[in-house]
């Protein structure tokens, strides 16, 4: 069967110069920058589904259309024939999911429309009583179920009965068939990775904790599976040449949650010589000084750690099971590891008042990160958070269909006077915000510590660059290449950087002529060759017209907007089917997306929604 796998966007967009719609576009007061770049990509879902069902025989396609106009999606959506369309539903993606599944139907009335998950996935009934255009709901971990619906379809039996899947009857009402077990072995699905091209990686599924925010076990059941270390490790292998830059984001919940089998997935890293750059999240509580070590020889180099608040007061009431003293540990042991610390904050949590909320901003002080990011609370179905509003009465179940909201952003209990507080520091303080910088002092010591690591010691020339000392910066930037840097697009840059600063501009052409030869895909390496040339154009040097360089090496640079992780532009042949379609189409010049990290919208006012 062919396969269409869509990641819609969230209501329909419009063409620049174009009125928004006013029944079906963006949300009263919404902003630019409200969705954050986080939103723009893929969901690993649909890449693993997308893997058995291309083992399974079928063709496939996976196309991000996330951030197309709504014209641009009718066209697509025109093209692309195909016998079933899966889409992923997330809350901020429901209405585009409609809107899509809506239009496929007045195109193609005989193809089957699915949707899953984590917003689907426990408002399944309610989905299909109101939008009739969507056939069945796939629910949870959702592979298997994909395999057995795809089986059935080109039968042509009936969906009836599958397990996992909620349809609708004879009568027309939702209908759930029994519930589907969860995957016991991992490593007997077909590795997203052999058939796509994506910087994501999972590695297993599931939390041991329930975090009163987080709808992790609806989506996955109760408790930790995880893959095998020889599967992650040919995972890795498999995804590195495909992509544009050496760069993974490995996006488990917590991916430390089994100490032993990082530090063996680690080990493999180094033994197999896969030379790259990675990303993790995980919890306070599961680090080490020596597991900190060797995930950082390994390539990790930042380190997203879900801190919430700096209020024990609050940790407690979202039934975080960590402390305070246990984020400071962890962030010193991540620091001298060489490891950049981000700190994924919330504001309206349950309890939140002025005080806990200033406690919070206190103890960042303490703590230092890196780098933080606020979010305001989201009360997304399938947590706990979401069941006991519906329990207190001020939310409504079916407030998600009759709404045009992004996400439900709103206080859990904080008074609307604290809520006015938070707000307003939170407007001033939106996305990313840096904090830490480590000096030369910090990264010699974290060299020392480390031995003649190659990422330490382009840390270390960077900051010696910042403080004006070029010989010992281009010492080390030059021993990281020696070494096997694995994105020397980003040290032939700070080279380049390092020759400006010296005068000797026909240096830092050459280094920047090195680094778009060995390593082209960089955006900080595209903004500097972009400038240089426009100096030089400008008669730059000879009018003593100023050359503003970037000289940075961090972790959030190396994303672009390439299908199907990103919603880049789609190949001529888009619609053709065949194994062509499976094949990634180059980055070219595409540019990052124009988001920026973390939402900048805030908390609502609750009071509206007391609606039960």
């Known amino acids: 069967m062919r396969v269409a796998l869509l990641y819609p966007p969230p209501w329909k967009l419009p063409d620049d110069g174009e009125a928004p719609d006013p029944a079906d576009g963006p949300p009263p007061g919404y902003q630019r920058g409200d969705l954050d770049a986080d939103f723009y990509q893929t969901p690993y879902g649909l890449f693993s589904l997308g893997a058995q069902a291309r083992r399974a025989g079928h063709q496939v396609k996976v196309l991000n259309l996330s951030a197309f ?36 139907k007045e195109l193609r009335p005989r193809a089957h429309v699915t ?33 057995e619906l795809l089986a059935r379809l080109a039968a042509g039996e009936g969906v009836a009965g ?25 490593d007997e699905l077909a590795c997203p990775h052999h058939a796509f091209s994506t910087h994501i990686l ?69 033994d197999r010589g896969l030379r790259f750059v990675w990303s993790c999240d995980t919890r306070v509580d599961l680090l080490t000084e020596p597991l900190l070590r060797v995930m950082r020889l390994a390539g990790c180099q930042r380190l997203s750690l879900g801190v919430e608040s700096g209020s024990q007061r609050i940790l407690d ?49 303490r703590a230092r990160p890196h780098e933080y990011l606020f979010s305001c609370l989201s009360v997304y179905p399938g947590t706990i958070d979401y069941r006991d509003a519906v329990a207190g ?32 520091w939170f407007h001033e303080h939106t996305g990313l915000q840096p904090m830490h910088v480590d000096g030369v002092a910090e990264y010699r010591a974290i060299l020392e510590r480390l031995g003649d690591h190659d990422g330490a010691h382009l840390d270390l020339g960077a900051a010696y660059y910042r403080e004006g000392e070029l010989e010992l910066a281009d010492h080390h930037v030059t021993r990281a290449l020696e070494l096997g840097y694995p994105l020397p697009g980003l040290a032939y840059n700070h080279k380049a950087c390092i020759a400006k ?55 959030q640079l190396l994303e672009r907007t390439a ?35 973390g939402s900048r919208r805030d908390l609502g006012d609750k009071r509206r929604l007391r609606t039960v």
């Not at 959506?77 to 993606?93: E, F, Q």
């Not at 991540?334 to 919070?360: D, H, Q, S």
């Open 69 to 104: 106009t709504w014209s641009k999606v009718d066209e697509v959506l025109r093209a692309l024939d195909a016998d079933v369309y899966g889409m992923s539903c997330w809350t901020a993606t429901r209405r585009g999911v409609a809107l899509s599944a809506a239009r496929l």
């Open 115 to 147: 949707v899953g998950g984590p917003h689907a996935t426990p408002l399944a009934e309610q989905m299909l009583r109101h939008h009739p255009a969507i056939d069945t709901v796939c629910v949870g971990e959702s592979d298997v179920t994909f395999l």
């Open 162 to 186: 599958t397990a996992g899947v909620v349809w609708r009857g004879a009568r027309g009402e939702p209908t759930r068939g029994p519930e589907r077990e969860a995957i016991a072995r991992l």
């Open 202 to 270: 999972m590695t297993a599924r599931g939390c041991p904790w329930a975090c009163t925010f987080c709808g992790a076990e609806t989506s996955w059941g109760r408790g930790f599976r995880s893959q095998s270390v020889d599967y992650v490790l040919d995972a890795i292998e498999a995804a590195l040449p495909k992509l544009p830059v050496r760069m993974l984001q490995i996006k488990d919940d917590t991916f430390t949650t089994n100490k032993k089998r990082v530090t063996q997935i680690c080990e493999g890293i180094l």
């Open 317 to 365: 009431a979202i039934d975080k099971k960590i402390t305070v003293d246990e984020i400071l540990t962890s962030t010193r042991l991540a620091k001298e590891a060489g490891i950049k610390v981000r700190y994924y904050m919330m504001l309206g949590n349950r309890g939140e008042t002025r005080e806990t909320f200033e406690e919070t901003l206190s103890f960042l002080e």
């Open 393 to 424: 009465g001020w939310l409504a179940p079916e407030i998600d269909c009759r709404e045009r909201f992004q996400e439900l952003k709103t206080p859990f209990d904080a008074s609307p006077e604290d809520t006015a507080l938070m707000n307003a």
């Open 501 to 555: 600063a010296r005068g000797d501009l026909d240096a830092m052409m050459s280094h920047f002529s090195t680094a778009a030869r060995v390593d082209p895909q960089h955006w900080v390496l595209i903004q500097n060759v972009n400038a240089a040339r426009a100096w030089f154009a400008a008669d730059g040097p000879r009018r003593g017209l100023p050359l503003e360089l970037s000289a940075r090496h961090d972790f």
């Open 563 to 597: 299908q199907p992780t990103l919603p880049g532009p789609l190949a001529e042949d888009f619609a053709t089917w065949g194994d062509a379609d499976l094949a990634a189409q180059p980055a070219g010049d595409y540019l990052r997306l124009p988001g920026q990290e």
